[in-house]
């Protein structure tokens, strides 16, 4: 498979954020959003196959691991990558843009997925696979990634019409902030985080951490 690269920091996002882990963030990717921050990952990086990876992974003393892209899922590896970091005895989160099917994933309680709904001002919500959204269970996270009022609209009518059986997630990008979606979120009465990039407010836009 083709990694762009390997690297150990904190978890940005979602409910594993703050945790020590190590990203493998794996080359290539299927959608061009408007406000994608990892271009980098579309094309490049090194052709490891699973097995090096792990024993990469196994050089950080770290329980977490998220594999990121880009998009991973269009890597036929990284399902097998999956499975030898579940059997090693970490924790995966699998972070995918929720235009690929989940169908065939390993059902593990230590395999985490975190799937993005991509919003209307990302260009990409015609390719979202809704059908994923019945997939996804409590130990999962849905994501929106918003930066309008449309997106929030989105986000909220997604959520009331398909009562996802995972945690939601709102996160603001570009120009909107924090409060204007927390009083979106508490007027409607969603029951949804709303998050911040942790990543961001630390390093900014810097790559390997």
Request: charged fraction near 25%; include cysteine.
């Amino acid at each position: 498979m083709l990694v762009n690269e390997i690297f150990l920091s904190i978890q940005g996002e979602g409910l594993t954020m703050g945790l020590p882990t190590v990203f493998v963030r794996l080359s290539g990717c299927n959608l061009d959003c408007s406000w994608c921050d990892t271009r980098y990952a579309g094309e490049g990086g090194i052709e490891m196959d699973a097995p090096r990876v792990l024993d990469s992974v196994r050089g950080y003393r770290v329980r977490h691991v998220c594999i990121t892209g880009g998009e991973p899922l269009l890597q036929k590896e990284s399902r097998e990558l999956i499975s030898l970091l579940l059997d090693a005895g970490k924790v995966v989160v699998l972070e995918t843009n929720g235009s690929l099917s989940l169908e065939g994933l390993p059902d593990h309680p230590d395999l985490r997925i975190s799937m993005d709904y991509k919003c209307p001002s990302s260009g990409q919500e015609a390719r979202m696979r809704t059908g994923n959204l019945a997939l996804l269970g409590p130990k999962d996270q849905l994501k929106f990634v918003v930066a309008d009022k449309e997106d929030l609209e989105t986000a909220r009518d997604v959520v009331v019409k398909n009562a996802p059986r995972c945690p939601v997630i709102l996160t603001p990008v570009g120009g909107l902030t924090l409060e204007p979606v927390v009083r979106f979120v508490l007027d409607r009465g969603l029951e949804v985080r709303v998050l911040p990039q942790l990543h961001k407010i630390i390093w900014g836009d810097r790559r390997g951490v």
